[in-house]
């Protein structure tokens, strides 16, 4: 079960936004909360795994800092985390026509929450457009955990080529957005689908619309 720290957590952010002038820039609000957890209890599953964790896509950092925040201590875990910085990319034809270039851009900057970071020394924050960012991973990485939150089809299917085979037998795959309202994000389920068909692996669709695939 989860740590029931991280359940007072969540109770304690509902009833009262953070005013603390440790973590001014990053906004758990900014996170989904069902999401996180759902990163925090299978963190938890695969604790005694020694591979790293990456979160792709952590737009105010909210889910990173929380992980952060309770598991630290108790894993030496090297923490990747990917992000432009600038919002989304060009998109493809199989993302949403009402999105455009530029939408989701962080209200902060990649210096303010690199600030924030620099906390936590096994975390490594990598600014820029994937997938030329991994050529930052070094090429023996081997992960345990990785959490896809990027909401389009290219970064997506990169994603998958770039992780799935770093990734520990026992290690799982979070992919955000698998499941989405008409219009959403369909490039995500799109790209899982895609990319997955022909994978042997365990899957398992959460209430929160993630997908879980776990190697080995």
Same mark, same amino acid.
């Given at each position: 079960?989860?740590?029931?720290?991280?359940?007072?957590?969540?109770?304690?952010?509902?009833?009262?936004?953070?005013?603390?002038? @440790?973590?001014?820039?990053?906004?758990?609000?900014?996170?989904?909360? /069902?999401?996180?957890?759902?990163?925090?209890?299978?963190?938890?599953?695969?604790?005694?795994?020694?591979?790293?964790?990456?979160? +792709?896509?952590?737009?105010?950092?909210?889910?990173?800092?929380?992980?952060?925040?309770?598991?630290?201590?108790?894993?030496?875990?090297?923490?990747? @985390?990917?992000?432009?910085?600038?919002?989304?990319?060009?998109?493809?034809?199989?993302?949403?026509?009402?999105?455009?270039?530029?939408?989701?851009?962080?209200?902060?900057?990649?210096?303010?929450?690199?600030?924030?970071?620099?906390?936590?020394?096994?975390?490594?924050?990598?600014?820029?457009?994937?997938?030329?960012?991994?050529?930052? +991973?070094?090429?023996?990485?081997?992960?345990?955990? +990785?959490?896809?939150?990027?909401?389009?089809?290219?970064?997506?299917?990169?994603?998958?080529?770039?992780?799935? /085979?770093?990734? @520990?037998?026992?290690?799982?795959?979070?992919?955000?957005?698998?499941?989405?309202?008409?219009?959403?994000?369909?490039? +995500?389920?799109?790209?899982?689908?895609?990319?997955?068909?022909?994978?042997?692996?365990?899957?398992?669709?959460?209430?929160?619309?993630?997908?879980?695939?776990?190697?080995?």
């Amino acid at each position: 079960h989860i740590d029931p720290r991280c359940l007072l957590f969540f109770f304690l952010m509902i009833r009262r936004p953070p005013r603390s002038t @440790l973590f001014p820039y990053t906004t758990l609000f900014r996170s989904t909360i /069902p999401g996180t957890w759902l990163f925090l209890e299978i963190l938890n599953h695969i604790r005694h795994l020694k591979g790293s964790l990456a979160e +792709v896509g952590i737009f105010q950092g909210g889910n990173a800092l929380c992980t952060q925040h309770f598991f630290t201590q108790e894993n030496n875990k090297k923490f990747y @985390l990917f992000d432009s910085f600038e919002g989304f990319p060009k998109l493809s034809k199989y993302d949403p026509q009402t999105s455009k270039k530029g939408d989701y851009r962080p209200e902060i900057t990649f210096e303010q929450t690199n600030d924030t970071f620099s906390l936590f020394k096994n975390t490594r924050l990598i600014k820029g457009f994937i997938p030329k960012t991994f050529s930052q +991973v070094p090429k023996n990485e081997r992960f345990s955990l +990785v959490f896809y939150d990027c909401d389009l089809f290219k970064p997506a299917l990169a994603t998958f080529k770039f992780f799935w /085979p770093r990734i @520990l037998p026992g290690g799982y795959l979070i992919i955000h957005d698998y499941l989405t309202e008409q219009g959403g994000f369909s490039g +995500v389920k799109k790209a899982t689908d895609e990319f997955f068909q022909i994978k042997e692996c365990r899957s398992c669709c959460h209430f929160e619309a993630s997908m879980l695939f776990s190697s080995g």
